[in-house]
């Protein structure tokens, strides 16, 4: 029964989107919150402060027309001046009523004021009414006075105007001030922003990416012909093709296993018959049961060459399945390298010298490699035989050693007929052969550089080939040097 999806990958993908919009907006409207609130403040400071620095200046003004009207109407005694300055005195305590009202920090200085100007109202007498004693002594004396309070009201009104203009001053420079807390504030929460959004984006985007790597890993390790359960940790469309991947996983292995049990069947079917006609052609090759003439002899030799040739491409083809099937070992163990390839150098030398093609090996001392010695024996081996088959009459081939960058390299070079490049990334696929293959009339299974390659690759290494049409090609083997060797790879050097 299929597993039911808890989230899927489209629902988390909203639910990840949903969650970085709302945290960017949220920032954004606390961001706006806070400037609305300063500049909130900022103007109602301002508009308080302003008005009050207006309506001071404006007592300043009417003050000095109540001076006026009053000096007019104590030289004319016309009423029309007592009643533009009753007219100025009223405006005048009105403006200071509703500075009382507002400034609440300055009520000292403003009813002083208020006092001082009811007093110098009551100093003027009305129409019709004189003053006691001589008529030109109490105008004079009263003038003084009046002069005296006139200049200090005036003075009152100054220092509240400085006070305003200072207060005004004082607001600008603590609105700067939090303007500039606020830019910094806004700045690291918009940083802050970003940063959350990110991490919750991150955080979203590997709850998908993650699982997914895991499955790439694991299909390149069923490519290779491991089939280990693949185990991740997701609820959503991944886990559904984890489990789908696995199924498949244990289906080929079930077919790998049931190809490499048919292959071992047909392998061991196909050696009694070989080993009864290896038998039977040394008995008669001995002339144990006669004697043979020189052409029976040649028969029996060529019956010997092909019966080899047959038991070779069964246990190649037997490796081949192992290695498909996950089910190759190797034996490993620090091996010298350059003595497994002398040592197939000289057991080409005999299949060479039949063609007059020349071999020349050039190693310098290199480090161990942590391999099987009998299957890179294989690969050598399998190297040097097709460099021979391909290679024309009275041609070369040269075997190079070589170490560089902690990896020993092996390249088997000749002079040989060459593959096409369009050619070069099928050339290790079962049973294919070169186009130009049938130049030099030779006969192969298509299954050797196929072998070559798995083991190489088996060992942690790698294979290239470079080749020219009609001049010839190059395949170099790349090793890894064992752990034990590393410090001697440290200074090993290219030395061809």
């Known amino acids: 029964m299929p597993r039911r999806v808890k989230l899927t990958i489209h629902r988390k993908m909203i639910i990840g989107f949903a969650v970085v919009i709302c945290i960017m907006i949220a920032g954004h409207l606390y961001l706006l919150y806070e400037f609305q609130a300063l500049s909130n403040e900022a103007q109602t400071t301002l508009n308080m402060e302003v008005k009050a620095l207006d309506i001071a200046k404006r007592m300043r003004a009417i003050l000095g027309d109540e001076e006026e009207h009053t000096r007019k109407y104590l030289i004319t005694?016309?009423?029309v001046y007592y009643d533009l300055f009753q007219d100025a005195s009223r405006k005048f305590q009105q403006l200071l009523g509703s500075l009382i009202r507002?400034?609440?920090?300055?009520?000292?200085?403003?009813?002083?004021?208020?006092?001082?100007?009811?007093?110098?109202?009551?100093?003027?007498?009305?129409?019709?009414?004189?003053?006691t004693g001589a008529a030109d002594a109490p105008d004079t004396i009263e003038d003084g006075a009046r002069n005296e309070q006139v200049e200090s009201i005036d003075r009152l009104l100054t220092s509240l105007i400085r006070l305003n203009?200072?207060?005004?001053?004082?607001?600008?420079?603590?609105?700067?001030?939090?303007?500039?807390r606020a830019k910094l504030v806004a700045a690291a929460l918009t940083l802050l922003t970003i940063l959350a959004a990110s991490a919750a984006a991150w955080m979203i985007a590997r709850t998908i990416t993650r699982p997914i790597a895991t499955l790439v890993w694991a299909t390149r390790r069923i490519g290779q012909g491991r089939f280990d359960p693949i185990r991740v940790r997701s609820h959503d469309e991944t886990a559904l093709l984890a489990e789908s991947i696995n199924d498949m996983s244990a289906q080929l292995k079930k077919i790998n296993e049931a190809k490499a049990d048919l292959m071992h069947q047909i392998v061991h079917e196909l050696r009694n018959p070989l080993q009864i006609i290896f038998f039977a052609r040394n008995l008669l090759a001995e002339q144990e049961v006669g004697r043979i003439n020189a052409k029976q002899g040649e028969m029996l030799d060529l019956i010997g060459w092909n019966a080899e040739k047959l038991m070779s491409f069964t246990d190649q083809f037997l490796d081949l399945a192992k290695v498909e099937a996950g089910m190759m070992e190797y034996r490993r163990a620090p091996v010298n390298l350059v003595g497994i390839v002398a040592r197939a150098v000289e057991d080409a030398r005999a299949l060479a010298a039949r063609k007059d093609i020349s071999i020349k090996l050039s190693s310098e001392p290199a480090p161990r490699t942590f391999a099987d010695g009998v299957k890179l024996s294989q690969v050598f081996g399998n190297l040097l035989s097709n460099a021979i088959k391909y290679t024309e009459?009275?041609?070369?081939?040269?075997?190079?050693?070589?170490?560089?960058?902690?990896?020993?390299?092996?390249?088997?070079?000749?002079?040989?007929?060459?593959?096409?490049?369009?050619?070069?990334?099928?050339?290790?696929?079962?049973?294919?052969?070169?186009?130009?293959?049938?130049?030099?009339?030779a006969k192969g299974t298509g299954l050797g550089l196929a072998l070559v390659k798995a083991f190489v690759e088996g060992h942690g290494g790698a294979l290239y080939v470079t080749s020219t049409i009609g001049v010839g090609s190059t395949f170099t083997v790349e090793l890894p040097v064992a752990e034990a060797d590393q410090v001697a790879a440290v200074n090993c050097e290219q030395t061809v």
């Open 102 to 131: 507002t400034e609440a920090e300055r009520g000292n200085t403003l009813h002083q004021v208020a006092d001082r100007h009811q007093r110098l109202s009551r100093t003027l007498p009305e129409p019709g009414k004189t003053a």
């Open 77 to 79: 005694r016309d009423p």
């Open 393 to 441: 009459q009275g041609g070369s081939v040269a075997v190079a050693i070589f170490c560089f960058d902690r990896k020993i390299y092996v390249a088997v070079k000749d002079s040989g007929i060459g593959i096409a490049a369009e050619e070069l990334p099928n050339l290790f696929t079962k049973f294919y052969q070169a186009a130009n293959a049938s130049k030099t009339h």
């Open 165 to 180: 203009q200072m207060s005004i001053d004082s607001s600008m420079a603590t609105f700067m001030e939090s303007t500039r």
